[in-house]
């Protein structure tokens, strides 16, 4: 049985990052717990993508990973214990609403990893697919499409992946209802959400 | 009445309703009347596939509930004869939504939550979000809980292993093979229900560490498997290597080559048979697993009976990794010193059968007020976690399994998505399956070795 190993460079995170902004003039990276991050947008995305499978020194050949996080507009406490402590509260503001789409890419020939990420506007989500660079990123748009509603265009089979066919909403939204939405194959009962329930009422 | 007779009356009844010749349901309920049957099935995703293909092709459903599709995965075949044209894997059954429900509970619960997502290999789950955490807590798990963490994540990538030459021998007709790797992974069970309480979702990687120490028995236990293992791992070859059934119904079968591999993303055992030799305890090594001495196995042939060998050899080998940290094994505690972070992980049995830190408690209910606050601030609110997002990843029994952590400094995660190879790796099959025949779908299926609780999370 054979052992192959990296056999290619590890480019250090400052390297890598130099080597992007040489080819795309104005991309902004920071660097975090030891992970690089860049922050490229929608136009030049695919490019970008492109770029780092098949440049020999970024050499991406793996889509690690594609996820999404949702931060919404406006002010949010962040509620730690306020009811029966009055412990801190964190809050936090934000001018737009946007959904951020985080690309993890990994070359196995040098052994780095390099995120990145774009921020889309979170009313009308819209991103063009990934599928024609990295193919796995089928499913995995298919679940932020699911869980976010960002929509790929380009996408080959945009449906929800997860979830049911005729559900409502995209539930990883920080502004999905939790609670007060018709409970599914329980003859629809409708359950309030928390803050309109009393306080001793049971749910069944 | 039977209810043969009333249905056909009430078709009979619709069929004479009917003015518009041109409406396809009701010119085939009629057809269906005049002794030609059709059938009609109906789904959103059914029409999708249903109006696409041509019509010598017949479509057949397997699953969701199929005894050798793993679990509740439904997999739409186009059949040209009994030759597979195309594949479409539907998940989504067992969906539990763990991510968004760990957004609602603070950090060290999430552990509760994620262990149960790949239920064959809990202890994975758990390091790599532990991993995760810890990195942007700033803290590292003392010596002695890494080996540990190594030590039993080894010992679950054998029983999943174990568990998928089961399931995987029986989907193909060999009942022996499943009795023989349950008994095995028993037994390996017994040692985590040593040590966790539990014998699966276990919970008991924890950020800072682990949840307790060791039992004292711990070793001798691990050596008595280690004991045991080879020779069993030994009668699976025995039984299977050579068996002219397995061999023909494995070899050729779900080929995929590594270019191809890594288009689809997959990693893990399915990229290793294909020919590339990518560990992530290689390249990303961690909790010390790299001061351990160990190959990684591959195979150049890319079908299910190189993910057989792969997977036969990846069993030895961690084995290999178990004996080298069980003899190195450090003492110590196994949570970090920082009571901010760290619950008391040094509990003893008392006389009423539950586990207490007698120590830790005097300290807190008599000696001093502050940690009394501080224990009681920890049991609720937990602790916060700096804001940021992490990338952790660790070499599971399938693939590359990655927790994309974001905090935004808070005691409970922002946002938590889990990169889960069984998801990612499910896409190859409609490649691997292309052209075979309906009975190999079941062969690969097995040898991708999805996990139903992992993919739909």
């Given at each position: 049985m054979s052992t192959p190993t990296a056999t290619g460079t590890r480019l250090a995170n400052d390297a890598l990052a130099a080597r992007l902004t040489a080819r795309f003039s104005g991309l902004a990276s920071d660097e975090a717990y030891g992970e690089l991050t860049v922050h490229a947008d929608a136009a030049t995305l695919v490019d970008l993508l492109t770029f780092c499978r098949d440049d020999?020194?970024?050499?991406?050949?793996?889509?690690a990973d594609l996820s999404g996080v949702h931060w919404p507009r406006g002010g949010h406490d962040i509620e730690l214990q306020p009811t029966t402590t009055g412990w801190p509260t964190f809050r936090l503001s934000q001018e737009e609403g946007r959904v951020e789409v985080l690309y993890v890419l990994r070359s196995i020939r040098h052994g780095h990893v390099l995120r990145i990420a774009v921020a889309v506007d979170d009313e009308d989500p819209r991103l063009p697919t990934a599928t024609g660079v990295y193919e796995t990123a089928n499913f995995h748009e298919r679940e932020v499409y699911d869980f976010l509603g960002v929509e790929f265009d380009g996408h080959p089979d945009l449906t929800r992946i997860l979830m049911p066919d005729d559900w409502v909403g995209h539930p990883h939204r920080k502004d999905y209802p939790l609670g007060g939405v018709d409970v599914p194959y329980k003859h629809d009962k409708h359950v309030p959400p928390p803050d309109e329930r009393a306080i001793r009422e049971v749910i069944r | 009445m039977s209810d043969t007779t009333l249905h056909g009356t009430e078709a009979a009844e619709a069929a004479d309703r009917a003015t518009s010749a041109d409406d396809p349901t009701l010119a085939a309920l009629r057809a269906g009347l005049e002794g030609e049957s059709e059938l009609f099935v109906e789904g959103a995703d059914w029409e999708s596939v249903a109006d696409a293909v041509r019509d010598e092709t017949l479509i057949v459903n397997m699953g969701p509930q199929h005894p050798s599709t793993h679990g509740v995965l439904r997999l739409v075949l186009e059949l040209d004869g009994e030759t597979v044209t195309n594949l479409t894997p539907i998940i989504g059954y067992l969906h539990t939504g763990i991510e968004k429900s760990a957004e609602y509970r603070n950090w060290v619960q999430g552990t509760t939550f994620f262990t149960r997502m790949d239920y064959l290999s809990p202890l994975f789950n758990e390091l790599a979000y532990c991993l995760g955490v810890e990195r942007l807590l700033g803290v590292e798990a003392p010596p002695r809980a890494q080996a540990v963490r190594v030590i039993l994540t080894e010992f679950n990538r054998i029983a999943s292993h174990l568990v998928w030459l089961a399931t995987g021998g029986m989907e193909l007709g060999s009942t022996t093979v499943m009795t023989y790797g349950f008994r095995e992974r028993e037994h390996i069970l017994d040692l985590f229900e040593s040590q966790s309480g539990l014998r699966m979702n276990h919970a008991y990687i924890r950020p800072g560490g682990l949840a307790n120490q060791v039992t004292d028995d711990f070793v001798a236990r691990a050596e008595a498997l280690l004991r045991r293992l080879p020779e069993k791992i030994g009668e699976f070859e025995d039984l299977l290597t050579e068996n002219p059934i397995w061999n023909d119904r494995l070899r050729g079968v779900g080929v995929i080559d590594v270019e191809r591999a890594l288009a689809l993303g997959v990693t893990g055992p399915l990229l290793r048979a294909a020919g590339l030799g990518h560990d992530l305890r290689r390249t990303d090594p961690y909790c010390g697993i790299e001061q351990y001495d160990f190959d990684v196995p591959t195979d150049t042939a890319g079908d299910s009976y190189a993910r057989y060998t792969v997977r036969i050899e990846e069993m030895r080998q961690s084995m290999r990794i178990i004996r080298q940290a069980l003899d190195t094994l450090p003492s110590g505690?196994?949570?970090?010193?920082d009571r901010r972070i760290a619950m008391p992980s040094q509990q003893q049995l008392g006389a009423d059968g539950m586990g207490n830190d007698p120590a830790y408690i005097r300290h807190i209910m008599g000696e001093s007020m502050e940690a009394l606050i501080n224990h009681f601030k920890l049991s609720t609110e937990g602790f916060t976690v700096p804001a940021g997002q992490v990338y952790s990843a660790v070499e599971s029994p399938r693939g590359e399994l990655g927790y994309a952590i974001t905090s935004i400094g808070s005691n409970k995660p922002w946002r938590v998505h889990v990169r889960e190879p069984s998801f990612v790796n499910l896409q190859a099959a409609r490649e691997m399956t292309r052209g075979h025949q309906v009975a190999d779908v079941i062969a690969v299926v097995a040898s991708i070795d999805p996990v139903m609780g992992g993919v739909d999370r």
């Open positions: 020999d020194a970024v050499g991406c050949e793996l889509l | 505690p196994v949570m970090v010193a």
